[in-house]
């Protein structure tokens, strides 16, 4: 007789496994298009970032193009080893908040995820700014609508993800795929050109290079390093929500990481190259990567899908916050520094609360800057560089602890790229401080504070509550439920044989008023309670004032004044409508007694559903 076998934890022949949630959860390439939309977009305006600010010492500076991109390159390529670093180490996400607690301390901790709020928040904002601005500016007529495209376009991209990341990744997959493959196509044939093919984008439009010629310095090297560095914000979404990928996790977050850091790295030395090679001078009002997208492939329509595609993309960039924040505010929450609520989830995958949170405070920001781009771009890299300096020095530390092989080298790698990524965040601040960069600075240190404050409440009540101690053996006291009524009916009778399953004693109570025709329903109620007989005494309250909860409540006191010991129950029957509108119909007594019993007083406060279906 043969005996079959299954696999431990297999599922019945003919049955269906039990759905563990993966299939929301993303692969390499999924994750790829949710979580890299904003470091894949920041092509669009790390490069001219660069140039804007050596255009200030003339063109021949402008020379110096490719050289400072090329240390961002390298810059970028000493981030990507160290995030796959970090996802190894910290599978459950977090990134930089993530390397800062297990290392740097609490405080430092704080300080990494506060940075990586604020730097998800603007990036929300300043992609879907920047892409409706491409979108006004191909079309002008709708220049004063802006800001009502912006909350459009937020409202999508919220919805969409509040379908699951699953779902977001799928839905961007063939936008991120056309602006690479245009990017790509772009400096392809750019290579091949000797000299711009057109320069019609750029005509009529003033230059923005300075007049008088300076020696270019370390200083402006350095400051056009920094600048160039907005082109790495995102870098770090994917290390941040490792648990947002399909098993084995890890391995499909590293792969997804040096994706990004391959085809990030190509883009930006490709357009830099460029730029050296036509001699491209910026001028105001037209992009640098529409100059170039003219004279690489001529003013037609290859042209013009470029700049439809770059729109699309900086638009759903900010897909990349929907994807890392949710997951960083679930970790915070777990470690009692934000409400509990951000930790949960729903069906889909989806930390439904983070995403919410995040529209909300995205559209305050817009309304705020009422649409404009230029008003929240000086804000954007300082919070992501603060962060990368952080996770730096924190895997330094991690590898100093660590016996893994060739620790010292990886330590020396990520002290040097901590040492750049900290050296970018104070020049940024310095030089953007009038521009807006204050508002970090101040905000910065207000969030931390934020954090604190609701981690002291959350060790407050954990105190009240002995959690992590063991308590007293549990034991029987006499009990008492108190059942408020104004009728006789069903409700009544479901109430009276609840409550009698509940205690020792049940006492109903009604109360009444001074009026002629409230002592007639209270005499009419008293009779029909005595033609009835539950078995139950009715106790009338009465009071002076048109107040129901008051009374009520005031009974409890007294009552748990005379019987100390007594454990005091009030149960509220509440009648429960068969359909949803039929609930404004509703004399919400029941939810102004439980308001006035559980301010005013220690009972235990229970509301009967009876459904009218």
Request: glycine share 8%; net charge positive.
């Amino acid at each position: 007789m043969s005996v079959l076998t299954a696999e431990p934890g297999a599922a019945p022949s003919g049955e269906e496994p039990p759905d563990t949630g993966e299939r929301h959860r993303l692969t390499a390439v999924t994750g790829l298009a949710a979580l890299s939309l904003d470091a894949m977009a920041s092509v669009a305006y790390g490069p001219e970032a660069i140039v804007l600010v050596l255009a200030a010492a003339g063109a021949h500076d402008l020379g110096f193009t490719l050289p400072v991109t090329l240390a961002i390159a390298g810059l970028l390529a000493v981030l990507v080893a160290s995030y796959r670093q970090v996802i190894a180490a910290f599978p459950d996400g977090g990134g930089s908040y993530a390397v800062a607690k297990r290392h740097l301390g609490a405080r430092t901790s704080l300080v990494a995820a506060a940075s990586l709020v604020l730097d998800y928040v603007l990036n929300v904002a300043v992609a879907v700014t920047a892409g409706v601005a491409a979108l006004t500016s191909a079309f002008p007529a709708l220049y004063d609508d802006r800001l009502w495209l912006c909350l459009a376009v937020l409202v999508l991209i919220t919805a969409v993800n509040l379908r699951g990341i699953v779902e977001s990744a799928k839905a961007f997959i063939v936008p991120t795929v056309v602006f690479v493959g245009s990017i790509f196509v772009l400096i392809g044939v750019g290579l091949f050109r000797s000299e711009p093919v057109s320069t019609v984008t750029a005509q009529g439009h003033v230059s923005v290079l300075a007049d008088n010629a300076t020696t270019v310095g370390a200083l402006l090297l350095l400051k056009a390093f920094a600048s160039g560095c907005s082109a790495l914000t995102g870098v770090e979404a994917i290390a941040n929500a490792v648990p947002s990928f399909r098993v084995p996790r890890v391995r499909r977050a590293q792969r997804a990481e040096v994706a990004l850091g391959a085809v990030l790295g190509v883009m930006l030395i490709g357009l830099s190259v460029l730029i050296s090679r036509f001699h491209l001078q910026p001028v105001d009002g037209v992009t640098v990567l529409a100059q170039l997208a003219d004279a690489s492939l001529g003013h037609n329509w290859a042209f013009y899908v470029i700049q439809f595609a770059t729109m699309i993309l900086l638009a759903l960039s900010a897909n990349t916050s929907f994807g890392g924040l949710p997951v960083l505010l679930k970790l915070l929450a777990r470690d009692d520094y934000l409400p509990h609520v951000f930790a949960l989830k729903a069906d889909r995958q989806v930390h439904r609360h983070g995403v919410l949170a995040l529209a909300l405070v995205s559209a305050a920001l817009l309304v705020f800057s009422g649409g404009e781009t230029n008003t929240l771009v000086p804000l954007f890299a300082i919070g992501v560089c603060v962060g990368f300096t952080i996770a730096q020095v924190g895997m330094v530390r991690h590898w100093r602890l660590s016996k893994a092989p060739r620790r010292r080298s990886k330590a020396v790698l990520n002290g040097f790229g901590g040492v750049l990524t900290g050296v970018s965040a104070v020049v940024v601040t310095a030089t953007k401080f009038e521009e807006g960069a204050w508002l970090i600075v101040v905000a910065l240190p207000l969030l931390v504070v934020a954090f604190r404050t609701v981690h002291r409440a959350y060790v407050r009540i954990g105190e009240r509550l002995g959690l992590g101690r063991v308590p007293e053996a549990p034991h029987r006291d006499r009990s008492v439920v108190i059942v408020p009524v104004s009728s006789l009916s069903r409700l009544t009778s479901q109430a009276l044989t609840a409550a009698t399953s509940l205690g020792d004693e049940v006492r109903a109570v009604t109360v009444c008023y001074p009026d002629p025709e409230d002592r007639a329903q209270l005499h009419a109620l008293e009779r029909a309670w005595a033609e009835w007989d539950p078995g139950v005494p009715l106790v009338t309250l009465t009071s002076e004032r048109r107040t129901l909860g008051r009374p009520i409540a005031a009974y409890v006191r007294r009552v748990t004044a005379a019987e100390p010991g007594t454990q005091i129950t009030v149960l509220i029957p509440e009648a429960e409508p068969e359909r949803l509108w039929q609930r404004l119909l509703q004399n919400q007594r029941g939810a102004v007694v439980a308001h006035a019993v559980r301010r005013q007083t220690d009972a235990v406060i229970c509301r009967l559903r009876f459904r009218l279906s």
